[in-house]
């Protein structure tokens, strides 16, 4: 089961700062080229994790989670085209994968992941897109559609609308700006993780 708090961070010193707050789950979503750089990124943030008895998600970059020994995965629809799932399944890793339409669930669920993640659910500023928001209605026919697998939701998401996307099916909310965007980030991790546990 995933943690009900799932963070996303772009850099290993987010999570020295919010592991200790209570985080128990955090995804490393580095958009960078340079290898030693994500390497480096991916290590240091794979070492933080451990010791706070936190899981990390890699975001995207497949090799470096296979070479450094993750656990988990998450691959956006675009990073689907070059990733090889064989590879990752043979070296153990959980896969999430990122959804925003019904094709999407269906080629997410072609891959049998171990997670789906939906969004956004509400307008979101994290990430420039066209895609429109998706709503609590969408929440509950991926819950439908998944079974017993977890539902990842991410895009607007607030402390004031948790409770109706987690009553909607969620398993798991992700959170970037109204983390990482709030006036004291710390402070905002713990009322996370004081609200979802």
């Not at 963070?7 to 958009?31: E, N, T, Y």
């Amino acid at each position: 089961m995933l943690d009900r708090f799932y963070l996303i961070v772009d850099s290993a010193a987010w999570l020295r700062r919010l592991l200790p707050c209570g985080a128990r789950l955090a995804q490393l979503r580095v958009k960078s080229t340079d290898d030693a750089f994500l390497r480096a990124e991916i290590a240091a943030a794979k070492k933080l994790c451990a010791h706070a008895g936190a899981q990390l998600v890699v975001n995207d970059h497949w090799r470096h989670a296979i070479d450094l020994g993750c656990d988990y995965l998450h691959l956006g629809q675009e990073d689907l085209d070059g990733a090889d799932v064989a590879a990752i399944r043979r070296a153990g890793l959980q896969i999430g994968v990122s959804t925003h339409d019904e094709g999407e669930l269906s080629r997410a669920l072609s891959i049998d992941p171990d997670y789906v993640a939906l969004g956004p659910v509400f307008p979101t500023t994290t990430k420039a897109t066209t895609i429109r928001e998706q709503g609590l209605p969408a929440v509950e026919r991926w819950r439908k559609a998944l079974g017993t697998r977890p539902l990842v939701a991410i895009g607007g998401i607030t402390l004031d609308r948790a409770g109706d996307i987690l009553a909607a099916g969620a398993d798991s909310l992700a959170l970037v700006s109204d983390v990482l965007g709030a006036a004291d980030p710390e402070a905002r991790a713990r009322q996370w993780v004081a609200a979802t546990r």
